[in-house]
């Protein structure tokens, strides 16, 4: 069992430049979610996905953000023209559907200059 | 008022303290998790639960669906056990994404 694989670790960027996250579910798993957490907080839910359909986004989700999910295994997050407000750390989690557990990434951590 | 609330926020005990971690929420749900979160920022799950009660080792996590309430249970308490604690609901209405609480941050000192 490999796990929820994410990558990079940890990105440091420009404010404006874009960036793109990439996470790798347990292969078995057909839902897959990000979420956003910043410092001293909770995690929040941004978008997920039941194999290669995106079924719901946030309203924290903004126009500068994308996910895609395209053959139904792994799933990347684009952030463009990124902001401050940008800086958290994006979470990755995958589960087998319903109501079994979701499996978490260790994330990658975005820090804007 | 946030629909998952943990208390308390943050907690510091002696080592060999039997500790205790608070979650209620508002909202019906079909499940509860509880996770551990290390400082590098990695998600470990703990307990997943819809009733009752559950031990792994020294932990033991407790539901009460109609009070809305569980508590997450250290014994012995170590140093290791030091993070951060979420607890994470499942509604029963929607996508089955979770909602968390802000977390309790655990110090265990030696």
């Known amino acids: 069992d490999t796990g929820v694989s994410q990558n990079p670790r940890h990105k440091i960027t420009k404010r404006g430049q874009n960036v793109t996250f990439r996470c790798d579910p347990i292969s078995e798993h057909n839902r897959l979610y990000w979420y956003r957490q910043t410092l001293g907080q909770g995690p929040e839910f941004l978008t997920y996905f039941q194999n290669e359909a995106q079924l719901e986004k946030s309203r924290l989700l903004s126009d500068r953000f994308s996910a895609e999910r395209p053959k139904g295994s792994f799933s990347t997050l684009e952030i463009q023209r990124t902001e401050q407000g940008d800086s958290a750390m994006y979470l990755c989690?995958?589960?087998?559907?319903?109501?079994?557990?979701?499996?978490f990434g260790d994330g990658t951590r975005l820090s804007i200059l | 008022k946030n629909e998952v609330e943990q208390s308390p926020q943050n907690l510091t005990a002696q080592e060999g303290e039997f500790i205790t971690i608070n979650c209620s929420y508002s909202v019906g749900i079909s499940a509860l998790h509880w996770l551990q979160q290390h400082p590098g920022g990695g998600i470990v799950s703990l307990f997943m639960l819809s009733s009752g009660k559950k031990k792994h080792g020294r932990l033991i996590a407790t539901i009460n669906i109609q009070e809305k309430h569980s508590s997450l249970h250290i014994t012995a308490s170590h140093p290791r056990d030091s993070a951060v604690y979420i607890c994470?609901?499942?509604?029963?209405?929607?996508?089955?994404?979770?909602?968390f609480g802000t977390g309790t941050r655990l110090k265990v000192l030696a």
């Open positions: 994470a609901v499942l509604p029963t209405t929607g996508t089955y994404k979770y909602i």
């Open positions: 989690a995958s589960s087998s559907g319903g109501n079994q557990p979701q499996h």
